[in-house]
């Protein structure tokens, strides 16, 4: 078996489904830069200025579940051992945006972190994680061997021009993954899945489990409820508490309010303190709490892309500082009319 490596730093421009595009986001270390070897203030900004590049991701700020993850990641490696159960499934559930997809690949970098760190090196190549965004079927035949295929590089398909369906790569991913110790199962974007393809996908899931001895992580809105479901044989409605079934971890937009304030002021002191921008005082952001929960609603993905394209624009402007007035001219987050852009 062999896998491609990609240049350095190719990688980062691959998506995460891919073997290479996951690996280069393990090893991917955000450093921020120092203000004091940046080019000073008043400088033209270059494309590839490094205070631009840095705004553009930030690092990942550890809200309460992100740390819970970590602690998942842990446990599900302390119970991968065989079982004569099976291996646990875990879901995460949540409203879209909330940064559902951040946890499940926080759960896969640590629990990928702690095999480099506790196995010795193996003589073949592991691939203890797979990560795998559920894939359309509009042709309602739906292959689930296609995702795996596609992220450990197997060529799939008998020929693309003549038309013909891709082949079954079930045996090929097994082997692989077998050989190569794949222990969890990262499945993104669970609720894509049509009511007609839920019984194939999830006899697809249950089988590898079996078969290869892997834990599956299921993410997207109402996955608690459509992995409940599935595996009874049928759709299920929309989510309810409920109880029982499959361990869910709940990622929640963060609240703000006069008497419930302090998870939202310790997240926006996270992205305070990693701002480099030449006029902002430590707090600034802090200031701006209120404001930045009316325009994002505490959900994290819009809060994360509102605060790092700001800072972008402070550097870009020259303002160097974020203000109230820069967040509002960003074409994101809650506003009062559809946003529209200005040419």
């Known amino acids: 078996m062999s896998f491609p490596e990609p240049p ?38 270059e494309p590839n200025d490094v205070r631009i590049r840095y705004h553009a991701t930030m690092h990942t700020v550890q809200t309460p579940v992100l740390k819970r993850a970590v602690a ?12 004569s159960e099976g291996p646990l499934d875990l879901a995460i559930d949540g409203p879209g945006e909330t940064g559902m997809t951040t946890v499940l690949r926080q759960i896969g970098r640590v629990y990928e972190g702690i095999v480099r760190v506790q196995l010795p090196p193996g003589t073949q190549r592991r691939i203890p994680v797979i990560h795998i965004n559920t894939p359309l079927a509009p042709s309602s035949k739906l292959d689930m061997s296609i995702p795996f295929a596609e992220f450990l590089g197997h060529k799939h398909t008998k020929d693309p021009e003549s038309g013909q369906r891709s082949t079954d790569m079930t045996g090929p991913v097994c082997h692989v993954m077998k050989a190569c110790g794949t222990r969890l199962v ?3 974007g669970i609720d894509r899945l049509d009511n007609s393809e839920l019984g194939t996908a ?9 078969e290869c001895n892997v834990s599956f992580v299921y993410c997207g809105p109402g996955s608690r409820e459509i992995v409940n479901e599935a595996r009874r044989g049928k759709r299920p409605g929309p989510a309810g508490p409920g109880s029982g079934g499959i361990p869910t971890l709940a990622v929640q937009p963060l609240p703000y309010s006069t008497d419930d304030y302090e998870l939202f002021h310790e997240v926006i002191k996270a992205f ?30 819009p809060l994360s892309y509102l605060i790092c394209q700001s800072a972008q624009e402070a550097i870009e402007t020259g303002m160097e ?12 987050g809650v506003l009062d009319e559809y946003p529209i852009l200005q040419i």
Not at 277 to 291: I, V
């Open 72 to 83: 998942v990641a842990r446990r599900l490696w302390l119970a991968s051992s065989p079982r």
């Open 321 to 332: 500082a974020i203000t109230s007035e820069l967040l509002d001219n960003q074409l994101l």
């Open 202 to 210: 999830f006899d697809y899931f249950g089988y590898l489990a079996a």
């Open 186 to 188: 990262l499945v993104d």
């Open 8 to 45: 350095d730093g190719a990688g980062l421009m691959l998506p995460a489904t891919t073997l290479p595009g996951w690996r280069a986001l393990l090893d991917r270390v955000i450093v921020p830069p120092d203000l004091d070897a940046c080019p000073p203030p008043g400088s033209r900004v």
């Open 272 to 301: 305070d303190q990693g701002l480099r921008l030449y006029q902002h005082t430590p707090g600034d952001l802090l200031s701006l709490a209120a404001h930045l929960h009316r325009r994002t609603g505490g959900y994290m993905k």
